[in-house]
């Protein structure tokens, strides 16, 4: 059974810094390009960065970039986000997800098909 389980999340203060990992278990997903989304109350989940297969490439909202940092360890099966400078605003759910295909890279929602439960980020000014 395929699990996705983030961790790392919790309160900062605005300026401040966290980093999310998220562990896979039941398979492998080396081959797969894994993302970080979140979705705040009332909102629709939204992309934040996402990393190809090899962490060759990488991309980022526009919100976060210069802020965040996506990264992968495939020996471990994990993916990470760096978060510094957090603001207020980055205050959500953060999920992470892996692509629906091998190679293939996307920023939406529809392009992933696994997700885990979610850690809350919660950021105070």
């Known amino acids: 059974q395929v699990q996705l389980v983030e961790s790392g999340g919790g309160l900062v203060q605005a300026g401040g810094s966290l980093r999310l990992s998220c562990a896979a278990s039941g398979r492998s997903f080396s081959m797969y390009a894994k993302a970080w989304f979140r979705q705040a109350p009332g909102k629709e989940r939204e992309f934040v960065a996402a990393?190809?297969?090899?962490?060759?490439?990488?991309y980022y909202a526009d919100s976060v970039k210069g802020r965040f940092t996506i990264s992968r360890d495939n020996a471990k099966n994990t993916v990470f986000l760096q978060m510094n400078s957090l603001k207020p605003e980055d205050t959500a759910v953060y999920y992470c997800?892996?692509?629906?295909?091998?190679?293939?890279?996307?920023?939406?929602?529809?392009?992933?098909?696994?997700w885990g439960q979610g850690t809350q980020v919660t950021v105070s000014s």
């Open positions: 997800a892996v692509h629906r295909t091998t190679l293939g890279i996307g920023l939406g929602v529809q392009d992933y098909n696994y």
């Open positions: 990393i190809s297969w090899s962490g060759g490439t990488t």
